[in-house]
């Protein structure tokens, strides 16, 4: 057995890199192997030498990602923790020395917590990417984000945006208008989400010359996207035939995001949703990744995540209540 102490500025220096939750720091002694002492600045680990250096790398990575300017929370603690136990050192210690900023013609980005780094890296470096968490996680943006990013680098001849037409029962055919004037409301939030990444006049261009579409998933049906940065957003509702349509449409050179919130299906209740299905059926196929956000991962207003742990309350009694800072 072997001992080592860590030293820090503070002792609020030290909570911060566990999201002051000393139930993560037991998740990461059951992870590593090893025995966590928290006291004052300082914390103390026991354990065998190989598994001390797995821990000290473990607080060394998050006390970089604090430096760099990342609220460390509760999923963030546990995804780098299960990381290093699994060998992936290396590449969580990418994420810092190669720091991920994605470029769009109208501003920067830059990922806001750890968990959205994680993501937008399964984005570049995976074909198909799955983006399942509550609303204000940055599923969907930070996916159109890289989507402009690989447009305006020519990695990709256009971009592809598409919904399910299912919200909250309603159907298209009972509704006012021509065909664009019904599906809009729909596909607003694609088109808000890429307005502030590219300038309007600029969006209307590239959209009447085919580069940027927008459309229904129906409208995929058929078709084979080459050279394309393809998302479906609202995938929860989905039906499993509809995704594996949309799936089966990966072209030559292209990239799809599948973000949905499994905690908001509009289908009937005799429909099982497709992002459910899909996650038990490509689950361990090379190439994809499944990328789960929480609602420690909200980066909205903060009333949103105290939203959302209020309904999980209601929704699960049996469930003890979570606070709302993690």
């Known amino acids: 057995m ?3 102490t860590l030293h820090f500025p503070s002792a609020r220096h030290l909570n911060q890199l566990y999201a002051g939750r000393p139930e993560n720091l037991a998740a990461a002694e059951r992870l590593l192997g090893v025995t966590l002492i928290s006291r004052d ?3 103390r680990l026991d354990g065998e030498a190989e598994r001390l250096v797995a821990a000290e790398t473990l607080f060394a990575l998050l006390n970089e990602a604090r430096t760099q300017g990342l609220a460390i929370r509760t999923p963030d603690f546990l995804r780098f923790a299960e990381g290093i136990a699994r ?4 590449d969580l210690r990418a994420l810092f020395t190669n720091p991920l900023v994605v470029a769009t013609q109208r501003k920067t980005i830059i990922p806001k917590t750890l968990g959205q780094k994680l993501y937008l890296q399964a984005i570049l470096r995976h074909p198909l990417v799955f983006g399942i968490g509550p609303a204000g996680t940055g599923k969907t943006y930070l996916a159109m984000a890289a989507a402009v990013n690989a447009l305006l680098k020519n990695q990709v001849e256009r971009i592809i945006l598409t919904r399910p037409a299912v919200e909250a029962g309603e159907a298209l055919g009972f509704l006012p ?4 004037e019904k ?7 694609l088109y808000d989400a890429m307005g502030d990444m590219i300038d309007a006049g600029d969006v209307t261009k590239l959209t009447e010359k085919g580069v940027i579409e927008v459309a229904p998933l129906a409208y995929m049906r058929g078709r084979t996207l ?3 940065f393809i998302i479906l957003d609202e995938a929860q509702n989905t039906t ?3 995704m594996m349509m949309f799936l089966t449409r990966l072209g030559e050179d292209s990239r799809m995001v599948v973000t949905g919130d499994i905690t908001q299906i509009d289908l009937p209740r005799a429909k099982q949703s497709g992002l459910l299905e899909v996650q038990r059926i490509l689950h361990d196929i090379e190439g994809i990744e499944f990328h789960h956000f929480s609602a420690a991962d909200v980066v909205r207003h903060p ?3 105290r939203i959302i742990d209020a309904y999980e309350r209601y929704q699960n009694p049996m469930n003890p209540a979570r606070p709302a800072k993690a």
């Not at 060998?87 to 290396?90: L, Q, V």
């Open 177 to 180: 208008g021509d065909l664009n």
């Open 87 to 90: 060998g992936e050192a290396a």
């Open 303 to 305: 009333l949103v995540l």
């Open 2 to 4: 072997a001992t080592a």
């Open 183 to 189: 599906i809009l409301p729909y596909l607003r939030p």
């Open 41 to 43: 600045d300082w914390l």
């Open 226 to 228: 080459s050279r394309s």
């Open 240 to 242: 499993p035939e509809q």
